[in-house]
């Protein structure tokens, strides 16, 4: 009985790792993006959701997601986005820069290794 319990708690604790990276991952990837595509240094975060899974966004809202951060002027209209993949991700940020609490969700890809897209929310 022991030993189920002691494998139990093991099992537990790899699983939260894992989360905790994958949040740190997220969290680096777009505080990235902010600095060096949206062009903000100076904003602190304020609070960050946890990684969710994002299936029904389609090609057709990640493009117009895409098109409306260039016509607002909220990223540089050089930015590369990571190529969207079936199963996408999403976190969601409010941060304050230059006296303005912004509320955003950069959707990442399912390996989250880059932004796909994110929304002013």
Not at 85 to 93: E, G, N, P, R, S
């Amino acid at each position: 009985m022991k030993h189920k319990k002691h494998i139990i708690g093991m099992v537990l604790l790899a699983a939260l790792s894992v989360g905790c990276g994958q949040d740190r991952q997220a969290r680096s990837l777009v505080e990235e993006f902010v600095k060096s595509d949206m062009s903000i240094e100076d904003f602190d975060v304020l609070r960050w959701s946890g990684i969710q899974s994002a299936r029904f966004v389609s090609d057709s809202i990640v493009r117009v997601m895409r098109q409306r951060a260039v016509e607002c002027k909220q990223v540089k209209p050089s930015t590369k986005y990571h190529q969207r993949t079936d199963d996408l991700k999403f976190i969601h940020v409010m941060y304050v820069t230059h006296k303005d609490t912004v509320k955003q969700t950069f959707y990442l890809d399912d390996a989250m290794t880059g932004i796909v897209s994110f929304k002013t929310d």
